[in-house]
T-cell receptor, first 116, second 110 residues
Framework: EAGVAQSPRYKIIEKRQSVAFWCNPISGHATLYWYQQILGQGPKLLIQFQNNGVVDDSQLPKDRFSAERLKGVDSTLKIQPAKLEDSAVYLC??????????????FGEGSRLTVL | KNEVEQSPQNLTAQEGEFITINCSYSVGISALHWLQQHPGGGIVSLFMLSSGKKKHGRLIATINIQEKHSSLHITASHPRDSAVYICAVRLMDSNYQLIWGAGTKLIIKP
C-alpha cells in the first residue's frame, strides 16, 4: 500500500512570493489533515477535510493560506504571499474513517518551507 | 485545562530502563493514537487503541476507557527510542476531529 505522498519535500522562497504544496492521501481515505509544524513546536492543525468538505479550518490564516480538496482525493495547500514566520514543515495526514469507525493515521514525510 | 494531558513533558533515562508515558483525556473518544516523531523526522503512528492493550516489539500501549487514561511503555529502552511521543485522541463524533497532547520528549542515554 502506497503511503501519503507529499511534494515538494523542500522549498525555499522569498517573502511575498507564493508557494503550493500537494498531498495525495492513501487511496480510499476520506479524512485529510494539513498541519504546520514550526521548528521546536508541536504540529498545529491548519485544515481538516472530510471527503471534499471542510470540517475545521479555524486556525487557517485565511488572508494568505488556502486549501482545497477537489473530488475528495488529493489536496493542495497554498500560501500567498508568504511571510518569514511561515517557515515550517507542512505535514499532511490521512485516515480511513466511515460512520463512527476511526482508522489509523498515516503521515506524509512533510514539505519543508524556508522563507527568506 | 487541556482536553489531552501528557506526562511527563520530558524524560531522560538510561539505556535498558523501562519507560512509561502517560496520557489522560477528558472528552469522549472513539480512539486514541500514540505517535512518534524523531528529531527532524516525520510522524509515525505507533498504535491506535479503543480498548485494552496492544504490543509491538518493545512497545506496549494500554487504555482504560472508564478512567480515560492511556499509557505507552517501552521495555529495554535504547538510544534509538529517543524521540517525541505524542498522544492524540479522536473525538466521538462523525467529524473524526483529532486533539493532540503536548508530547513527551524522551532521551535515552547509552
Amino acid at each position: 500500500e502506497a503511503g501519503v505522498a507529499q511534494s515538494p519535500r523542500y522549498k525555499i522562497i522569498e517573502k511575498r512570493q507564493s508557494v503550493a504544496f500537494w498531498c495525495n492521501p492513501i487511496s480510499g481515505h476520506a479524512t485529510l489533515y494539513w498541519y504546520q509544524q514550526i521548528l521546536g513546536q508541536g504540529p498545529k492543525l491548519l485544515i481538516q477535510f472530510q471527503n471534499n468538505g471542510v470540517v475545521d479550518d479555524s486556525q487557517l490564516p485565511k488572508d494568505r493560506f488556502s486549501a482545497e480538496r477537489l473530488k475528495g482525493v488529493d489536496s493542495t495547500l497554498k500560501i500567498q504571499p508568504a511571510k518569514l514566520e511561515d517557515s515550517a514543515v507542512y505535514l499532511c495526514a490521512s485516515s480511513f474513517d466511515r460512520g463512527f469507525t476511526t482508522g489509523e493515521l498515516f503521515f506524509g514525510e512533510g514539505s519543508r518551507l524556508t522563507v527568506l | 485545562k487541556n482536553e489531552v494531558e501528557q506526562s511527563p513533558q520530558n524524560l531522560t533515562a538510561q539505556e535498558g530502563e523501562f519507560i512509561t508515558i502517560n496520557c489522560s483525556y477528558s472528552v469522549g473518544i472513539s480512539a486514541l493514537h500514540w505517535l512518534q516523531q524523531h528529531p527532524g523526522g516525520g510522524i509515525v503512528s505507533l498504535f491506535m487503541l479503543s480498548s485494552g492493550k496492544k504490543k509491538h516489539g518493545r512497545l506496549i500501549a494500554t487504555i482504560n476507557i472508564q478512567e480515560k487514561h492511556s499509557s505507552l511503555h517501552i521495555t529495554a529502552s535504547h538510544p534509538r527510542d529517543s524521540a517525541v511521543y505524542i498522544c492524540a485522541v479522536r473525538l466521538m463524533d462523525s467529524n473524526y476531529q483529532l486533539i493532540w497532547g503536548a508530547g513527551t520528549k524522551l532521551i535515552i542515554k547509552p
